[in-house]
């Protein structure tokens, strides 16, 4: 046809051209996999999960190898970012929003943060795969017991920071001396809030109500002052918190892990909100209030919290150290999220052999795994997301999709927005469709239950309800907390936009769910590898068409069907068949399986 | 990831041993291919020439290379948009491609396709029905769609090249024997020089 033949001439036109292109190309193809044949095994492995190999003949070996360099020396580097992690500290406390912070780590790659706050040291790990566009927070807080006050608090930083959707690594700095890394915020307030903090924890010893109640004002001014005097807001938030989190925990484990009693929930929920809203915002803790009192139980678990708590309770009972781990993923076409979860599960598993505690929930695409254990007086949160975003920049975001998204980034930055998760994983729909209005907490009372009902929940919903009453007063000012609450308020504040920055920070991807399962790493790396010599007869691979030559890494699949590591990799990433006979590679059955 | 190269040798394969019945060269750009499929003998598309699309993904060949009818025909598994449904066209788990394949073997299950429609799996409700309650009816139109979109008039000089090409490769036949629609192409290749 007509259009055949213009092709036809175009195509010889160009040729020359193309054909040069093309050579060169090819060159730097024979580059790349002269570059992968000699890597060593692991920094194959190494380079191929950090996505550097990217596509044969398009980059040069040079910049291959550059690459595999840089990933070697990552880790020193990362030491060496803890003072611009301390900048950006600064910027994020003081930019209130996340997604500047995002925007800031997705520039600077790493970031290391710490900081101290009276008797806990926290430390902020953030690391961002700039060709994944997966990042990961991690966050560890430590908290000096020699002050009795100071447990609470730690457990009360938790819940902060991971709002940040930072997880906290060790900062093991037990004195109250700001580290010199720590965000000059911070600092500050450190000081003078611990101060302040046992003090409003006296005070707030009577009841949490009242704690409430009398800082809430506080944290008003803090607000209003919206500097970095962050001291006042901590005491009054911590104060609360620790009720909270007194209370919480108590009632957890009075009724601990009682997912299925949504009544023993409610209640801790409750009691929660009451803290809460106290500390925050006092015309919502008229509301609050009132429920509490009908249920005498949580406010007897306050109570009793609060005197024990702070004092007996903390050393023996809580870990000194708490480990947020967050990573955010996102989902390549072709990965599933079966898989996803797999590679969770793994790895939690792996990180704490004793009791871990591993949920996992799904939904709108969302799939989020969510892990705690505890070992040697370190908890260790870890939490996965995956989001496969799809078409959102293009599309707009879909009421859904963005409810979805909202809900979980603000679980995320909240904290343990995930041990609501726990409780929740069927009532997920109501807990989305509460969770994007943001402010009402108070409507949300599940999720703040859900905080509640896992013992370290109660971190979490404190948290949140913090994050409810800032928004409520619509003070983005509460900072220090703020953490916590800056994560969730902004996202709220901002509304959708910052949710398509997000989105664009974690990329899309188009493809629809039902996609292929592939295989995880570790299952890929289990199976067979072998050179290639040059007394194998025959043998082309099948998926790039060319034949082998001598040194070349061969896989072979389960069925005896071979190809170059970098080829089957790459489509066992995203699928589970032999591409030639299309057998399952893996038995079935072990994809289910849980933890 | 391989996708130049393969594509490379993929067209000098198909360039140097096209699968009877079809043609495929680029189309200005490398990821831009354009395929032609003669009808086979004894199907209500003897005697036409239809020209597809293929666009080569960034992905390929982890992922299928689109592929679509650009000129009409009347199957029930081929929609007016030219779409086709084809389980080797799509990924799995709903589908059944994988690298292994290529566009060689892409363009051969087409043509094996057009002989033998799938009316289970209708793309096409109406034709589909027709295909299976009222075969006449169903190859009548069928046939005149193939006389008025694909006529050999309209599409004479490209077939002609074609007709060259299939020629030569009709000495290796005997190794191409072994392709599904063989036959078929077979049949075409010597019913197409009379036409």
Redesign the interface.
Known sequence: MESSDSSDKGSIDQSEAQRQSQLDRLDREEAFYQFVNNLSEEDYRLMRDNNLLGTPGEITEEELLRRLHQVKEGPPQQNSDENRGAESAEDVSNGDSIIDWLNSVRQTGNTTRSGQRGNQSWRAVSRTNPNSGDFRFSLEINVNRNNGNTNPETENEPSVEPSNGEDLENSQSDSEIPRSESPSVRQPGSERSSAEELTAEEASLPRGQRRARSRSPEQRRTRARTDRSRSPINAVSEAPRRSHHNTSSQTLDHSSAGEAEGSSRTRQHVTLRQHMVGTEVPSENAVLFSPPETRPAPQAAGSSETTGTSESTAPGQRPPTIVLDLQVRRVRPGEYRQRDSIANRTRSRSQTPNNTVTYESERGGFRRTFSRSERAGVRTYVSTIRIPIRRILNTGLSETTSVAIQTMLRQIMTGFGELSYFMYSDSDADSTGATPSHNVETSEPQSGGGGASGNENADVSSGEVYEGGHEASSTSGARREGRNTRGSVTFEESGSLPFLSLAQFFLLNEDDDDQPRGLTKEQIDNLAMRNFGESDALKTCSVCITEYTEGNKLRKLPCSHEYHVHCIDRWLSENSTCPICRRAVLASGNRESVV | ??????L???LSLLATEPPPGITC????Q?DDL?A?ILGGVDTPYEKG?F?LEIIVPE?Y???PPKIRF??PIYHPNIDSAGRICLDVLK????G?W???L?ISTLLTSIQLLMAEPNPDDPLMANISSEYKYNKQLFLLNAREWTEKYAGQL??S??LE?KIIQSETSTSRESTIQKRKGVDISRKEKKSCPDS
Not at chain 2, 91 to 94: E, I, Q, T
Request: charged share 30%; hydrophobic share 30%.
């Open positions: 990831m391989q996708r130049a190269s393969r490379a040798r993929e060269w680029q189309n200005g490398l354009r032609q020439i020209n992905r060949p982890f992922e650009l000129t990924l799995p788990p709903k059944a994988r690298p292994s290529n309209r599409a000089k490209p090249e």
